[in-house]
Nanobody, 123 residues
Framework: QVQLVDSGGGFVQPGESLRLVCGASGRLNSIDVMGWYRQAPGKERELVATITPRGIRNYADSVTGRFTISRDNAQNTVDLQMNSLKPEDPAVYYC?????????????????WGQGTQVTVSS
């Protein structure tokens, strides 16, 4: 099992910044992709950004150029620096970790989520 604890959300005005932090613990040797998703009221959970163990990053179009994901494999953390926050960014942000293990002919996969941290952007 893997446990994720995310934090760093808050209330900011448009144009301001926040940094989300996620710490992972437990059985980590099979974790590959980590990242952040978000879910606004009445909407489905959507990808924000992901990062592989080697640092390959992927961003949603809506946050490209404003958000930066980083990962510390030694500390088992993944952060999301959010700059130039917009009124359309408010949501609960969830840390995410993907696990895969097993032989090539039978790969097992699990997905883990943090408890979520609220981001509110309003003037």
């Amino acid at each position: 099992q893997v446990q994720l604890v995310d934090s760093g959300g808050g209330f900011v005005q448009p144009g301001e910044s926040l940094r989300l932090v996620c710490g992972a613990s437990g059985r980590l040797n099979s974790i590959d992709v980590m990242g952040w998703y978000r879910q606004a009221p009445g909407k489905e959970r959507e990808l924000v950004a992901t990062i592989t163990p080697r640092g390959i990053r992927n961003y949603a179009d809506s946050v490209t150029g404003r958000f930066t994901i980083s990962r510390d494999n030694a500390q088992n953390t993944v952060d999301l620096q959010m700059n130039s926050l917009k009124p359309e960014d408010p949501a609960v942000y969830y840390c995410y970790a993907h696990e895969s293990y097993g032989p090539v002919e039978r790969v097992y996969e699990n997905v883990y989520w943090g408890q979520g941290t609220q981001v509110t952007v309003s003037s």
